[in-house]
């Protein structure tokens, strides 16, 4: 059985929607897919724009994004800038397709259906494949890194970093060998698919660069950015801010344990549990009927 995919409930206030009713201009500029208008997630966004095709995708949002705050440059704004560009197919353009492995003449192109062929046997890789593999990631991670410079770039030259708000995120991580497959996500819960990154600017934070070793959530962000802007978070909101925590490095509760999910399709239904320094996950497979503990 697939599970069927419908809209996010109207009734749900958006991240978007609680800046926009507190007067803040709020524009998007995704890759559809996963976060397409067709599930809702435009709600409360006066524009969401979806580029989705894959080639110069993340310097056309950036140029995009540009051309809207250099529209909207007096009033606050809200900003989701959302890209594919650091996921499988790995396609980074010249010369980060060679940038860091430039000598290699083996099978890897960094499309799907090589990688899904290697993951099920069908292609036998060798060492320098799979290292190949990975210097593609690579490669697209230092191109997207490139063309954000570009954006807070342009933010510096307009004197806009001294009072934005910038929040770097991913949903997910890649498997690149350790629990056996290689460029591939969604299949398990490991620490190597949802330990991801979250680098907070705060304008006039000092110190900057300060790593924070608690464990936090992606269902953080949204109270904090809300806390940031002075706005009173849903009552039924499930995260908790981090301001306090970034300002003073202390919190004012507990650990908060970070809960995730792999719902079936054609694979068992995963949830796992972690806590500052453990991980515990419960795997069912509901067509045969067994259940096993991953620790």
């Not at 069927?4 to 929607?17: F, G, H, K, M, N």
């Not at 006039?204 to 924070?212: E, T, Y």
């Not at 070793?213 to 801010?241: E, M």
Request: glycine fraction near 8%; include cysteine.
């Amino acid at each position: 059985n697939k599970i069927r995919v419908d809209q996010l409930d109207s009734e749900i206030l958006t991240l978007a929607e609680a800046l926009y009713n507190c007067g803040y201009r709020t524009w998007a500029v995704t890759g559809g897919g996963q976060v397409s208008s067709n599930y809702g997630f435009s709600e409360g966004f006066e524009s969401y724009l979806e580029f989705t095709s894959p080639e110069y995708d993340v310097r056309n949002k950036v140029a995009a994004t540009m051309n809207f705050l250099d529209d909207n440059r007096d009033v606050p704004v809200f900003v989701f800038f959302h890209t594919y560009k650091p996921h499988s197919p790995y396609r980074p353009l010249p010369p980060y397709d060679t940038m860091f492995d430039p000598d290699y003449t083996g099978i890897i192109k960094g499309d799907i259906p090589t990688i899904t062929a290697i993951n099920s046997g069908e292609v036998t890789a060798t060492r320098a494949d799979f290292d190949h593999l990975t210097a593609l990631y690579d490669g697209d991670i230092r191109e997207m890194d490139d063309q954000l410079n570009e954006l807070f770039t342009y933010l510096q030259q307009k004197g806009a970093d001294k009072d934005t708000v910038i929040i770097f995120t991913s949903d997910h991580g890649e498997e690149f060998g350790e629990h056996g497959l290689y460029g591939v996500h969604s299949h398990t819960l490991y620490q190597e698919l949802v330990y991801v990154p979250l680098i907070i600017h705060l304008p006039r934070m000092n110190p900057l660069g300060v790593s924070i070793p608690d464990q936090v959530r992606s269902i953080d962000i949204y109270p904090t950015i809300l806390d940031l802007a002075g706005v009173k978070p849903p009552a039924n909101i499930q995260g908790r801010s981090l301001l306090s925590l970034m300002k003073t490095g202390k919190r004012n509760s507990a650990v908060e344990p970070a809960f995730s999910e792999r719902i079936p399709g054609d694979s068992p239904w995963i949830r796992s549990l972690r806590t500052q320094g453990y991980s515990y996950m419960f795997k069912e497979d509901k067509m045969n009927g067994t259940n096993s503990h991953l620790f």
